[in-house]
């Protein structure tokens, strides 16, 4: 069980890094390495939002949850949870198929209701190769709206996240998103700081300050520039001091999971080994802070 006071930074372990893992025992590990909290993919081989008795399981895995001390955000990402031949199929920007994500969405979110998780994150997908730009926008607006809605009748706070190849693949695309969609207070940002490496402009730091008080989910992986493979900390280019510092300038209060599906053969050593990482960072970020800072930079609005 973890032992960090309110108001500090607090780490949490992704369930799709623990594959080889029965749900109950991946939370057991995670919790007793002393992380707070978990990133709950909704998929087959643990919470499969398509289950018959989803309720039961559901409140099987809450109470899971609240015996272990663990706080909860949902992901979505699941690789084949609707389509055994194309991964990630169908996406809120497919030419077809469209309504079959709508409807995994609004699962995800009436599970997140069903566990109080802080937030569900979601994505876009990859545009199919020659759609017109206003067409994926219409149809990635067209789907968002009813999750919203459902999200709003429920009281779960929804957070996108940028994909590198997706059609949404930057911070300020997220941003755009919103502005689209009339600044919804039920979207906000979910951040995975090794795509930001991979793909932005900006650096970690400068993405989060953009995303700013709309940050309510954050994924940490190491990445190298241009390349989309989620690597173990300390095997690409994330600064995790500067990251972290970042999240304490502006006031970030979720959790920062770590987002590192291939590494499930090692799954236990992988997440020691990441939260000492994370441990050490932190406190390098503190001592490079005061209060008088962290209050000041936590007043800054998205760019």
């Known amino acids: ?167 949404i693949d930057t911070v300020a695309g997220v941003l755009e998103l919103r502005r689209r969609l009339g600044h919804p207070e039920r979207l906000r940002v979910t951040i995975d700081v090794g795509h930001c490496v991979c793909n932005e402009t900006r650096t970690v730091a400068e993405c989060i300050h953009a995303a700013g008080p709309l940050l309510s989910n954050v994924q940490i992986d190491d990445m190298l520039p241009g390349v989309h493979e989620h690597l173990e900390l300390g095997h690409g280019d994330v600064d995790f001091p500067a990251t972290l510092g970042a999240l304490l300038d502006v006031g970030y209060a979720g959790l920062a999971s770590l987002e590192l599906p291939r590494h499930g053969h090692a799954a236990p050593e992988v997440a020691a080994r990441s939260l000492e990482v994370l441990r050490a960072a932190l406190s390098e970020a503190q001592r490079d802070r005061t209060p008088d800072d962290r209050t000041a930079e936590s007043s800054r609005t998205p760019a």
Not at 18 to 47: C, E, N, Q
Request: proline residues 5%; hydrophobic residues 40%.
């Open 1 to 167: 069980m973890s032992t960090r006071q309110a108001g500090e930074l607090r780490f949490g372990y992704g369930t799709n890094g623990f594959g080889s893992h029965r749900l109950d025992d991946a939370l057991a590990v995670i919790a007793g390495l002393g992380y707070d909290g978990v990133a709950l993919t909704v998929d087959h081989p643990h919470l499969d939002p398509y289950d018959d008795d989803l309720p039961a399981r559901t409140a099987s895995v809450g109470r899971r949850l609240e015996e272990l001390g663990l706080a909860v955000v949902i992901e979505t990402g699941a690789r084949y949870v609707m389509d055994p031949w194309n991964k990630h199929e169908p996406t809120l920007v497919s030419a077809t198929g469209r309504e079959r994500r709508v409807d995994l969405l609004c699962r995800a979110v009436r599970i997140g209701a069903d566990l109080g998780a802080e937030a569900v994150s979601f994505w876009s997908g990859t545009a199919p190769s020659g759609t017109d730009t206003e067409e994926a926008w219409h149809r990635l607006l067209s789907g968002v709206e009813p999750v919203l809605e459902e999200a709003a009748r429920l009281d779960v706070t929804c957070a996108f996240e940028p994909e590198p190849g997706m059609f």
